[in-house]
């Protein structure tokens, strides 16, 4: 890879090598430390000495790479057409990749010390470049709910029109049930498991570890096991890491924490490298790869995510402890609310799980929609928009917006009531935002 110190074959940009800033080794150890993800972001996978010192990494506005002899293009295309395993080994054509794509994927495996990455162009495109490079007419996917909803109508009415079956347990489901459902599929050809956690809007948590047992007892005799994906959108790659209770790929809607500034729109998918080689021949088919310039402001977002995250997460703790306490307040649906009793099952998932509660969650106003809606259009910091992760507080009200077209069965079913707002918390000042809660509820 071009940007990379380790590379072969590869000079500076532009052929010459400045003695003063030759390639140097990455330090990703200091004597016996592995550094963490927060130092990495700072360097890794781009050296200065190969773009004429550049600190930060220029942005690579190419959309073709020069070959340095007619057999190194030969071997190049081996590697992305897949007739050499492993993908390209230098950069070919911008619809395959490109230096700034190459340092993110590099960045976001780190999180999860996954082995490999890619970069797409929204979170939907990961999700459907996933899907596409996995499943054949007749094949089930077996998935959790609810899913985002888009998830859901691409599994249901786009591949269903291509002859994928697909059969679903809920978020919250034992490892009995989900025995049940995954033993039910496995008379076809389970070609996929498909979680979400936590669930939108619901905030239940899927149990990946007895997700992965059942996958690995059902499947024993099987000649292939079917991976299990997981969207870690809401939590990750902070406070949920699911590769480690045995999940084989994660998905990300970039757009979101990872992004963290509601300023750009991309996905990302992490993995096993295997996984990963799949999935990247059919991106480099259909082209769902980011942008030079997005995958340059992710990188500078990913400087930064653990302090967002961090402080996000502390803000939300603050605010849902005052909103609780709220006599106009029903409920807060929180994930650091989750305990005993009829929790114990979310609250026991939870504590193995997850390492933070998030900023994302739901609250139910004593009321209706008038009364959620006075609440909404009261608030003087929140903005009131869709979407979640951003630096800045957001509150929305799913019945009638993200959820209005889910039949009224299925809504109750999802406890997505008209007295329900979801918020989603920034990084502001958690007194302001509290202040700000305050005086909207006195509106109602
Ligand atoms: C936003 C979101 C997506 C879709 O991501 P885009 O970047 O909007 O395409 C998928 N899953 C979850 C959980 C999301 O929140």
Request: charged share 20%; aromatic share 6%.
């Amino acid at each position: 890879m071009m940007t990379k110190s380790n590379d072969p074959g590869h000079d500076a940009v532009d052929g010459r090598t400045d003695p003063r800033v030759a390639p140097r080794p990455e330090v990703d150890r200091i004597g016996g430390r592995k550094l963490k993800p927060a130092t990495l972001m700072m360097g890794h996978g781009y050296d200065p000495a190969l773009s004429e010192g550049a600190l930060k990494p220029p942005i690579f506005l190419t959309s073709t790479f020069v070959f340095p002899s007619a057999a190194a293009g030969k071997r190049h295309f081996e590697g992305v057409t897949g007739k050499r395993p492993g993908g390209a080994e230098g950069l070919v054509y911008s619809r395959f990749n490109g230096p700034n794509q190459e340092i993110l994927e590099d960045r976001l495996a780190v999180w999860e010390e996954a082995e490999d990455a890619l970069a797409f162009s929204s979170g939907m495109s990961a999700i459907a470049t996933l899907f596409l490079s996995m499943v054949k007419p007749g094949d089930t996917i077996v998935h959790s709910g609810p899913l985002y909803a888009a998830t859901e109508t691409l599994i249901a009415r786009i591949l269903g029109r291509f002859g994928v079956h697909w059969l679903d347990f809920p978020a919250g489901a034992t490892r009995a049930e989900i025995d049940t459902v995954l033993g039910k599929a496995a008379s076809g050809n389970v070609a996929l498991i498909y979680l979400e956690s936590p669930a939108n809007p619901t905030n239940a948590l899927v149990d990946v570890e007895a997700v992965a047992a059942s996958r690995d007892a059902i499947f024993a005799n099987h000649a292939a096991k079917p991976p299990i994906a997981i969207d870690n959108t809401f939590l990750g790659p902070l406070w949920h890491k699911p590769l480690k209770q045995g999940a084989d790929i994660v998905v990300y809607s970039l757009t979101k924490y990872a992004g963290g500034h509601s300023d750009l729109v991309a996905g990302g998918v992490l993995g096993r490298k295997d996984h990963i080689d799949t999935i990247r021949l059919m991106r480099n088919t259909i082209g769902t790869i980011c942008d030079p310039n997005t995958a340059w402001m992710l990188l500078r977002s990913l400087e930064t995510l653990e302090l967002r995250m961090s402080r996000a997460g502390e803000n939300a703790a603050k605010v849902c402890a005052f909103l609780a306490e709220h006599p106009k307040v029903e409920r807060v649906g929180y994930l650091g609310f989750l305990e005993g009793g009829k929790d114990e099952r979310q609250a026991d998932i939870y504590r193995r799980h997850c390492t933070g509660a998030g900023s994302t969650f739901s609250l139910y106003l004593k009321g209706g929609e008038a009364e959620a809606f006075r609440f909404l259009d009261a608030l003087r910091i929140a903005k009131l928009a869709v979407s979640l992760g951003g630096t800045e507080t957001l509150a929305s009200h799913p019945a009638g917006m993200t959820h209005l077209s889910v039949p009224d069965a299925r809504k109750q079913a999802l406890g997505i009531t008209d007295n329900l707002v979801r918020i989603s918390i920034g990084v502001e000042d958690a007194d302001d935002l509290i202040a700000d809660f305050a005086q909207a509820l006195d509106a109602i």
